[in-house]
């Protein structure tokens, strides 16, 4: 195996490790602050902690590129955690990571329209086919056995297809910018955009919550492994492995969730749950078993 491969597998193995335990922090933290503060605090944090460490600006960047950037902030920052941060406030913890470990089946259909080296292949089907099934084991319990809103099960869907979406387009970046300076960028419309949700929701932003030792803990965590080291590495291992491979280390997210929501928050994992997972890990093993490529034939970038 290849150098550059083993260290694609390692950065998107702990980018999953440390992102599979965010739920519980946002989980705690929803008891004391609203979904929009959650992520207004997480990314304001973490780009502050990004100006101090590099404050250079660059100023070179075309139109083009900084709209792409603005998409980035967009669907990465503000569409898929808000709709994640919802999500878990009307489901369980185990949920949201049971169902948005779908992302890499999203990502493999998506990948095949962008991408000229990632092709679609019928296994990509089967698995669909089998962690779809698996997620209405998992909304269907949400619903009827657990007497819990199913709109934060489908709020998560939602976020699996965003979250696709994001990881293809990054594939796409070639801005010729330092990785910390391109996350910066990222996260700095991720504010841009979540903006007039907060004033359109009329939330009073108040800083001195971060005085709570408890709140000011969980933000540091989701600041600064959770945003800016998890999205550094998981745009190293795109670049190294490819949207579809590095994508696929997000099966590993239901089997860390479950374990530590069951941990921290005592929630329940029961049979129709299990049976669910197992249903979409199984199928995102199917879809990524056979990957193909376009030999010959160039890849844009922006």
Known sequence: MERDSINGYLLAFFTILIWSTTYIFTKNLLQELTPYEILFYRFGLAYLILWLISPKFDLDLSLKKEVFFF?????????YYLLENIALKYTQASNVGLIVSSIPMFTAVIAHFLHEDELFHKNIVYGFILSMFGIFLVIFNGKYILDLNPVGDILALLCAVIFAVYSNLLKKLNSGLRRILIIRKIFFYGLITMTPVIIYNNIEIQFKKLLDINILGGFLFLALLASIL??????????LLGTIKTSSFIYLVPLITMV????????????????????????????????SSRKGQKNWSV
Not at 71 to 79: D, E, K, M
Not at 264 to 281: A, P, Q
């Open 71 to 79: 998409t980035l902030g967009l669907l990465g920052v503000t569409a």
């Open 230 to 239: 998890a999205f550094i590495m998981w745009y190293k291992a795109i670049e």
């Open 260 to 291: 530590s929501s069951s941990i921290f928050l005592k929630e329940e994992i029961n049979i129709i749950m299990i049976t669910g997972g197992v249903l979409i890990l199984f199928g995102v093993y199917l879809s990524e078993r056979k990957t």
